[in-house]
């Protein structure tokens, strides 16, 4: 077998978890001396500003009335099938189940039907979150979401915790027809690392997309008592749909002066790392991947303890969770951190030398070639599972 794959990565084009991924996924592989096709519907943020040697495939569907959608992810597929005919790919790896593991799916389907020697490539489908606590769960979505995670030739989840709300969702009662292999999210540590401490008062930061399950305006909330009798700031990074009413908190705890809106940033490293403490306080997460990058810079969390984020954060050592409905308990612990900075960089220091020892970027990448080359080299049935 040829040490170069050939390998095609499909994602969201967002800031989101599962594009940042796929998008640092693409970019090691092609490091590594892969050939890296990257099929989406617009260019991943991550990607556009990288000169890497990924090919990128933007597939956008042709409008059309009789579509109340343009059907992007049609036209992935199509695309996926085309360069398959031309060049063959050894492997399809779509992120996030609906619709990305569909077209990959229905892609690697119509390879097989060809008339030709060239076989078809085999579906690795990694499971982010959302895909399967809601999109996927969504009872207009469950069969077809269970169809897709049965149908690949192997499924990956970024987190024990997520593998088993994979197996409740959409095994068979208590037997679960599908084998998982969790792969945890990686970080580049050359990227987000220390970068020195800032003068001035303690500060906290977040990142996210504001959609309702990030809790924006509980984070503001739990910060004004986090705070009450100190000059502490935070810092809020990202936009979505909870930004006004984070704003209105704000406004009405008097927090106007210490609470900042700046928007989309690229510049995450340089944010992350003069913070005393990264907040995440959402009501689910499967994995938190801000979370790790704050590590990575040496930047204690104070996290909601919830899905996978204790298997990032290790309560006490590289900062503290906290139940997800107890915004006093939160509060406190914030609190802690932000007026004994000595601590927090101590807890820092600790939340850098795990992400060395268990999310570098390379130890990760390799699960995925294992992968990868034990699917090349595995017989397996018509219907792409063991």
């Known amino acids: 077998m040829d040490s170069c794959l050939k390998i095609g990565i499909i994602c969201h084009p967002t800031y989101g978890g599962s594009g940042v991924v796929a998008s640092e996924l693409a970019l090691s592989l092609a490091d590594e001396g892969h050939c890296v096709h990257l099929f989406s519907h617009d260019v991943p943020p991550r990607l556009a500003r990288s000169p890497g040697p990924v090919e990128v495939h933007v597939a956008q569907g042709v409008p059309y009335p009789l579509f109340h959608s343009t059907p992007h992810d049609l036209a992935i597929t199509s695309r996926i099938l085309d360069l398959h005919r031309s060049t063959g790919l050894d492997i399809l790896h779509a992120h996030y189940a609906l619709p990305h593991a569909v077209s990959a799916i229905l892609a690697r389907d119509?390879?097989?039907?060809d008339c030709s020697d060239r076989p078809p490539p085999r579906v690795v489908t990694t499971l982010h979150g959302t895909d399967i606590?809601?999109?996927?769960?969504?009872?207009?979505?469950?069969?077809?979401t269970q169809y897709t995670i049965r149908a690949s030739d192997a499924v990956t989840t970024v987190s024990s915790a997520?593998?088993?709300?994979?197996?409740?969702?959409?095994?068979?009662?208590?037997?679960?027809?599908?084998?998982?292999d969790v792969i945890p999210n990686f970080v580049d540590l050359e990227t987000f690392r220390p970068n020195g401490q800032a003068d001035g008062p303690p500060s906290a930061v977040h990142v996210s997309n504001f959609r309702r399950v990030k809790r924006v305006p509980w984070l503001v909330r739990a910060f004004a008592e986090a705070s009450e009798g100190t000059d502490a700031h935070l810092t809020l990074v990202g936009d979505g749909p909870e930004q006004d009413e984070a704003r209105r908190v704000a406004q009405e705890h008097g927090l106007a002066g210490r609470v900042r809106f700046l928007?989309?940033?690229?510049?995450?490293?340089?944010?992350?790392?003069?913070?005393?403490v990264y907040a995440l306080?959402?009501?689910?997460?499967?994995?938190?991947?801000?979370?790790?990058?704050?590590?990575a810079c040496a930047t204690p969390v104070v996290a909601t303890d919830v899905g996978g984020v204790g298997e990032?954060?290790?309560?006490?050592?590289?900062?503290?969770?906290?139940?997800?409905d107890d915004r006093a308990a939160y509060a406190a612990k914030l609190r802690a951190l932000l007026v004994d900075r000595e601590r927090a960089r101590e807890m820092g220091r600790a939340a850098r030398a795990r992400c060395e020892e268990h999310f570098e970027r390379r130890r990760i990448v390799a699960h995925y070639t294992d992968l990868y080359r034990r699917l090349l080299i595995e017989d397996r049935t018509p219907t792409g599972r063991p």
């Open 133 to 144: 606590t809601l999109v996927g769960n969504e009872p207009s979505y469950h069969p077809l």
């Open 281 to 295: 306080t959402s009501q689910d997460e499967s994995f938190g991947l801000s979370a790790l990058e704050a590590m």
């Open 110 to 113: 119509a390879a097989r039907s």
């Open 312 to 324: 990032v954060v290790v309560d006490g050592v590289t900062g503290f969770l906290a139940p997800a």
């Open 162 to 180: 997520l593998a088993e709300r994979t197996r409740e969702n959409f095994g068979d009662g208590k037997q679960c027809p599908f084998d998982i």
């Open 263 to 276: 928007g989309m940033r690229d510049a995450l490293p340089e944010l992350l790392s003069p913070a005393d």
